[in-house]
């Protein structure tokens, strides 16, 4: 699987959108992007994934540039509950394969 | 839907016993359930993948019969830390992946947290 790069830690207002980015410089044409969050002490959780189109759930909004090699996650109105760690990881779908975290975005919102 | 629930939440156990945890997948079938170890600020480190009626594959370094997997049916895989020590205190997550429209996604348990005293 492609690595990714994401910054360490990031702040948001509370109530301002969170545009958390991650580049994938070595996705292949065959895997997806997935976005998953870690709140303190609890497992991860699934927000959203995509693999050329841009794509918008309950939670989040995934922007994947043109050339794939790199994503923005948008929360649009971030809350307190929003604090977590971010991963962003690129896979094959529709395998058995692992998902591999890497290190991930300590996202903060502040009040 | 696609709830995976783990047990115990937390344990607290003495240097060289065993302890067991549940994984289990509530509201879906799962052939391939996964187990990930987690240290305080580090992030998920997976342990082995678990084949429902096959032996688990370990990643490097992880040994086999100190953490035994055990995935006996389709909607339960356990792990069991074997001589627990000091350094095996950590948080342990499973993983389950579904079978159908959602198969692309996977659905993490709540963790557990192992106390070796």
């Known amino acids: 699987d492609a690595k990714t790069t994401q910054p360490t830690s990031m702040d948001c207002a509370e109530g301002r959108a969170a545009n958390l980015p991650c580049n994938h410089s070595?996705?292949?044409?065959?895997?997806?992007v997935y976005w998953y969050r870690q709140i303190h002490s609890q497992g991860p959780q699934y927000i959203i994934h995509?693999?050329?189109n841009n794509e918008t759930n309950e939670m989040a909004s995934l922007i994947i540039t043109e050339d794939r090699k790199s994503s923005t996650l948008i929360l649009p109105h971030a809350t307190l509950r929003d604090t977590a760690v971010y991963y962003c990881i690129v896979r094959v779908a529709n395998t058995g394969n692992q998902f591999y975290f890497g290190t991930g975005t300590s996202l903060t919102v502040i009040p | 839907g696609a709830v995976v629930s783990q047990h115990p939440s937390w344990v607290i156990c003495k240097s060289g016993t065993s302890v067991k945890i549940e994984c289990r997948s509530l509201d879906f079938q799962a052939t391939t359930m996964f187990w990930y170890r987690q240290f305080p600020k580090q992030s998920l480190m997976l342990m082995a993948t678990s084949n429902e009626g096959s032996k688990a594959t370990y990643e490097q370094g992880v040994e086999k019969d100190k953490f035994l997997i055990n995935h006996a049916s389709l909607t339960l895989s356990t792990l069991t830390v074997t001589s627990a020590h000091p350094e095996d205190s950590s948080f342990y997550i499973c993983?389950?992946?579904?079978?159908?429209?959602?198969?692309?996604?996977?659905?993490f348990g709540q963790g557990t947290r192992l106390t070796v005293v």
């Open positions: 993983s389950a992946r579904t079978q159908g429209p959602r198969n692309t996604e996977a659905f």
């Open positions: 995509g693999l050329k």
């Open positions: 070595t996705i292949s044409g065959n895997e997806y």
